[in-house]
């Protein structure tokens, strides 16, 4: 089991950053791939990066490409999310997500989550 905590969301000006914190803690969680999602209202979640156990980066939403960064700190089992130049549609609920499996940006291949942080960026 991986217990999956979110941090670092809030009310950002548009252009603005935020780096967004993911602990993990569990059996083996620096072993998993670990991704962000976001889901904003009415609308479907939606990947927006990963990084395999490994530092591999699985790819970027093109929305937020140029302007998001994921890193991971193994012996710290966290995962960051550094989001620069914020815009008004960035904002949602931001997830992250482990799994052992195959990494993909399908959020159905992921086996753990959060219980997910706030970000609000205003125009």
């Known amino acids: 089991q991986v217990q999956l905590v979110e941090s670092g969301g809030g009310l950002v000006q548009a252009g603005g950053s935020l780096r967004l914190s993911c602990g993990a803690s569990?059996?083996?969680?620096?072993?998993?791939?670990m991704g962000w999602f976001r889901q904003a209202p009415g609308k479907e979640r939606e990947f927006v990066t990963a990084v395999t156990a490994g530092g591999r980066t699985i790819g970027y939403a093109d929305s937020v490409k140029g302007r998001f960064t994921i890193s991971r700190d193994n012996a710290k089992n966290t995962v960051y999310l550094q989001m620069n130049s914020l815009k008004a549609e960035d904002s949602a609920v931001y997830y992250c997500?482990?799994?052992?499996?195959?990494?993909?940006?399908?959020?159905?291949?992921?086996?753990?989550w959060g219980q997910g942080t706030q970000v609000t960026v205003s125009s």
């Open positions: 997500a482990a799994t052992r499996g195959i990494a993909t940006m399908r959020s159905s291949s992921y086996d753990y």
């Open positions: 569990g059996r083996t969680s620096s072993y998993h791939t």
